[in-house]
């Protein structure tokens, strides 16, 4: 067991332990069998330490495995990366993986295109225990998925096909929707003992962490039951097996498609966003007890394709837009979406029309827009207006 942060002000290594024991992990130094390291992955203090005891452990445990065998591992993480389409991190534990091999994550097929060791580097093979960045899977596979490889191409496919059928018929249910504010009331009604959640984010890491805490949270009257998760943004599968599930849509990091705002505001479906995930559980937990606070909601407005960039000396970065839906205010929130994803929140600095100022620009017509406190704009991002609406909660 690593214990880490041992560089903080307070560190306190015997509560640690103290703790540990209480897990049936007793110290070696408190008489037990655990072999306890403290760390510092700030420093680097003790991860020498650690990796003399790691191999110590593996020799007295004779950890092995065949090289010379199909490739079997796991999912260390995975995230939709900018120019290179799917990523996985695998951790190959046994076999050998090589390139052009293909393989099964879940109900998730690839051909293994390239790989990169830690450093980077493009690699063509990967003995056990080495972990490498993969391209060539069709998808995003959840943190901690097996994978292994397959010889025949066309079986890989229809076993994917099957898994994938599979996972349907187990998440369509057909009941009513639910939205966050009405929750307590309908719990007190006795009409829902089981809160079922669809949760997105933008990396496969803040998805794990916000499952850890939902499932720590202290909510005695009802039972939380997260049917679906995934990473990128929210679109119109989400959205149909909401619906379809009577499910919560939880956003984390990441907003919803242009199709899927669409649906959302067709079928009234509750999706709620955020950004830091306390709040994200603290609203769950609030609105089971009746005391969430008053909603903000984003009103959709306008959205615009930045067509060309400028660089002015006086104006800063101005981008030359298409707005293709909706109209853009001068006084509008707005949202600068890159591949999926929101990277600046703020307004507007200045919105004009040829050289004029003015203050909303309509669908089909072209306008320049400055960000305030933002330079950072590329060809293709979309600029989305919106106005915050507070809707008191319903009991």
């Not at 059928?165 to 369509?172: A, D, L, R, V």
């Not at 379809?244 to 509750?270: M, P, Q, T, W, Y």
């Not at 929130?333 to 040829?354: C, D, H, M, P, T």
Request: glycine residues 8%; aromatic residues 4%; proline residues 2%.
């Amino acid at each position: 067991v690593a214990l880490n942060k041992i560089d903080k002000p307070g560190a306190d290594i015997d509560r640690v332990k103290k703790q540990l024991s209480q897990l049936n992990l007793t110290a070696e130094d408190w008489g037990g069998k655990t072999i306890t390291v403290p760390v510092s992955a700030k420093t680097g203090q003790g991860i020498d330490g650690l990796l003399e005891m790691i191999l110590l452990e593996a020799q007295m445990l004779e950890l092995k495995a065949d090289p010379n065998r199909h490739a079997r591992g796991v999912v260390i993480e995975a995230k939709m990366a900018k120019g290179r389409g799917p990523v996985a991190t695998l951790l190959v534990q046994s076999g050998t993986l090589h390139l052009n091999e293909n393989i099964i994550v879940g109900n998730l097929y690839g051909k293994i295109r390239a790989m990169f060791d830690d450093r980077g580097h493009s690699i063509t093979a990967a003995k056990p225990s080495i972990p490498v960045e993969a391209l060539g899977v069709q998808g995003i596979p959840a943190a901690g998925e097996p994978f292994f490889v397959i010889q025949d191409d066309k079986q890989a496919k229809e076993l994917s096909q099957i898994r994938i059928e599979k996972e349907k018929q187990q998440q369509i249910k057909t009941v009513k929707r639910i939205s966050l504010e009405d929750l307590h009331a309908r719990i007190q009604e006795g009409k829902i003992k089981e809160l079922k959640l669809i949760i997105k984010a933008d990396v496969q890491g803040s998805l794990e962490a916000i499952k850890d805490t939902l499932n720590k949270l202290q909510v005695s009257e009802i039972k939380l039951d997260i049917i679906h998760t995934g990473v990128g943004s929210i679109n119109t599968s989400d959205v149909i097996l909401a619906v379809a599930s009577n499910a919560l849509l939880l956003g984390f990091n990441i907003e919803a498609d242009e199709r899927a705002k669409e649906l959302i505001a067709k079928e009234g479906v509750d999706v709620r966003t955020y950004n830091i995930i306390y709040e994200l559980a603290n609203d769950i937990k609030q609105a089971v007890e009746g005391m969430l606070e008053p909603k903000l909601k984003k009103v959709f407005l306008g959205r615009a394709e930045i067509k060309k960039v400028f660089k002015l000396s006086k104006a800063g970065t101005v981008a030359g837009c298409l707005v293709n839906k909706g109209k853009i205010g001068r006084s509008s929130l707005i949202n600068l979406v890159r591949n999926g994803q929101v990277v600046f929140e703020g307004k507007l600095a200045s919105l004009k029309r040829f050289k004029d100022d003015v203050r909303d620009a309509a669908e089909g017509f072209e306008c320049g827009m400055a960000i305030a406190g933002f330079d950072d704009i590329c060809e293709g991002d979309i600029i989305e207006a919106y106005e915050v609406e507070k809707i008191a909660r319903k009991l």
